[in-house]
């Protein structure tokens, strides 16, 4: 358990560092605290996924220290009883090389692009919390504890998109995020009441064992998944709950990158995979899953055809991508959505991070209708950009390839209606990309001549961490080639001892060869298609997109994002601000000030009056107190 304690602490020792002593520390010493502390904990995470692959590492499961007891727990009787622990398997193993590798590079990243932020010590004491976070979450071995990590998570999120807190947009950004995100935990709490309730216990363990052995309750578990489901839709921004992300770009770029790819919005996939066990027992709950990941994935998909600023872009990538890995787990395919989780961070955090440096070399600029040409001055991020977006795009042999033909195989032999959507936001996924591929680095740049002056490939700290991601996002996807074609899955074996509750046939298992090979030429297809089309519309046809304000029809629809946050606005923001403010004129100026301020005046207009008995004459002091003696002896003698 030693390397796991360090794994955890080392983060959260960066974060004390670096909060309680950067002031002083010399320059670029926060970022390098706060790249080793992580780094310290990836070499950790290396060691103990090693032991697992080689059979060396055990299962560990245990509490660090009782923390909640109540009931006749108290007594040593049955009751329910909660302690700290932590949970180490294969599950959370793969999410801690995720966690602490892909946020390693990006805390390298962040050296060179924060170099010269005067709040540089916080941005870096706020990512290692972030990461610390994180990791509690995964490695919690009961949901109480995964809750701490999962409202850490929000609170960092918090921080860090509005780090920039003098610019108010970026503060109400963060808010944002900070309240959609309360609405889906307030579902995750409700969910642990539930099994707290009727089973006495939060211990994912317990819980297997206890809902094993009980009858099966369909409706309480199908009311407990729901619930917890709810939470996942907030965590990991899926319909209607998903408004948040796109807006956390205000943030910093790495925080972007760390958010998108390797922490916060992972979280809900991590959770329901983690709770297989109940969500196998409840196949209309899955069924849900699977119809809101798939309808998200085509919405965002949908959105991000339209959208001009680089940033936002991605935003609405992650979310359709997060909704095809809801989409895999809601048709029992859990290891395909863990599979594609893994692949996303790769090539996510290498778009984004791309992204930061198009933005760092422009000095700030992120509408793509005023770039164009950068590969000329930008071959490194260029290039890293180009594979990952050929990743993303499901192109072969990249590692998108292999983890999204398998999340859309068991999609097909799950529901063909579900494969379809799935295939159409996939093949927009491929559009859009290239889309913001062409218009960012080829043609003829379109920004200012000064804009062009300064145009500059990023330091190395920044395509260091560029290159080693693109290098893993083109074949991160080898740890899950095809069986049909006679390769060992790895990762499906791998992670075989979590999903052992899972009765559903994983992707493609109940398929002919000749369907699998069909389903892979059909999606491989899509992509190229796609690319094309962008191609032809973007490169041969040098279309542009449109300047501001001259969007119509269909177009202005999506430019505008359907309108969802202004119906937000209108029908949820509005409504309360309205509220508020009415309680605020009359309940807290009328009712409160006003009795406050009539205790107040009657305080003073009592004072006014008793205050004249003060009148100075000695003759009347003596009358009241020769009639204050014939009270008392009135009340003592003739009264009693």
Not at 505 to 522: K, P
Not at 608 to 628: D, E, N, P, T
Not at 631 to 636: E, P, T
């Amino acid at each position: 358990m030693t390397n796991l304690y360090i794994i955890i602490l080392a983060p959260l020792i960066g974060f004390l560092l670096n909060a309680l002593a950067g002031k002083q520390l010399p320059k670029n010493a926060s970022g390098i605290i706060g790249s080793v502390t992580v780094f310290i904990s990836f070499i950790l995470s290396c060691v103990l996924f090693y032991g697992f692959v080689s059979g060396t590492q055990q299962k560990m499961d245990a509490d660090v220290f009782d923390w909640v007891s109540f009931g006749s727990a108290a007594t040593g009787e049955a009751g329910i009883k909660i302690g700290f622990g932590l949970l180490l398997d294969q599950l959370s193993v793969m999410w801690l090389m995720v966690i602490t590798g892909v946020g390693f590079l990006i805390h390298i990243y962040s050296i060179g692009y924060m170099h010269g932020d005067e709040k540089e010590h916080v941005f870096f004491s706020y990512m290692n919390l972030f990461v610390f976070f994180m990791l509690l979450l995964v490695l919690g071995n009961n949901l109480l504890v995964t809750y701490i990590g999962w409202e850490g998570v929000g609170l960092c999120s918090y921080l860090l998109i509005g780090f920039w807190f003098k610019n108010q947009s970026f503060n109400n950004a963060g808010k944002k995020a900070f309240i959609v995100n309360r609405i889906g935990d307030l579902g995750f709490l409700l969910g642990m009441f539930l099994l707290l309730f009727h089973f006495k216990s939060l211990h994912f363990g317990t819980l297997q064992a206890a809902i094993a052995a009980a009858p099966v309750n369909h409706a309480l578990m199908i009311a407990i998944t729901v619930l917890l489901f709810v939470g996942a839709m907030g965590k990991s921004a899926q319909i209607p709950l998903y408004t948040w992300l796109p807006d956390a770009m205000a943030g910093p770029t790495p925080v972007s990158a760390l958010i998108h790819a390797a922490t916060m919005v992972t979280a809900g996939v991590y959770m329901i995979a983690r709770s297989n066990f109940m969500y196998v027992l409840a196949p209309e709950t899955m069924q849900f899953v699977a119809i809101i990941g798939v309808v998200t994935s085509l919405f965002a998909a949908i959105i991000g055809v339209m959208q001009n600023d680089i940033k936002k872009v991605l935003a609405y990538s992650t979310v359709s991508q997060l909704g095809l890995m809801f989409m895999a787990l809601g048709v029992g395919a859990f290891s395909s959505g863990v599979f594609h989780v893994v692949t996303h961070a790769f090539f996510k955090a290498c778009l984004f991070l791309g992204a930061g440096s198009v933005i760092h070399g422009l000095h700030g600029e992120q509408d793509i209708r005023k770039m164009g040409g950068l590969k000329k001055w930008m071959p490194i991020t260029y290039w890293t950009f180009l594979i990952s977006s050929l990743a993303i795009s499901g192109i072969f042999p990249l590692s998108g390839f292999f983890s999204k033909d398998e999340m859309l195989a068991a999609a097909f032999e799950h529901h063909k209606i579900i494969w379809a959507i799935g295939s159409f936001a996939s093949f927009l996924t491929a559009f859009y990309m290239f889309r913001l591929v062409f218009l960012t680095f080829n043609g003829e740049f379109r920004g200012t001549e000064e804009q062009k002056k300064h145009i500059h490939e990023s330091s190395s700290t920044i395509t260091i961490p560029l290159i080693v991601l693109s290098l893993l996002a083109a074949v991160g996807g080898f740890m899950g080639l095809p069986e049909f074609l006679g390769f060992h899955h790895w990762l499906k074996g791998f992670l075989a001892p979590v999903f052992t509750a899972v009765p559903v046939a994983e992707a493609g298992g109940g398929l002919s060869h000749g369907a699998e090979l069909g389903l892979m030429a059909f999606a491989l297809s899509l992509g190229l298609i796609a690319i094309a089309i962008a191609y032809l519309l973007y490169i041969s046809k040098k279309n542009l997109p449109l300047a501001e304000g001259e969007e119509s029809g269909l177009g202005k629809l999506v430019y505008r994002k359907f309108y969802v946050d202004e119906i937000y606005d209108l029908l949820v923001v509005k409504p309360i601000m309205f509220l508020s403010g009415l309680l605020h004129d009359f309940v807290d100026r009328v009712v409160v000030d006003g009795v406050v301020s009539w205790v107040g005046r009657i305080a003073l207009m009592t004072g006014a009056q008793v205050r004249k008995l003060q009148s100075g004459y000695i003759g009347f002091y003596l009358l009241v107190m020769a009639m204050s003696i014939v009270v008392i002896f009135f009340y003592a003698f003739i009264l009693k």
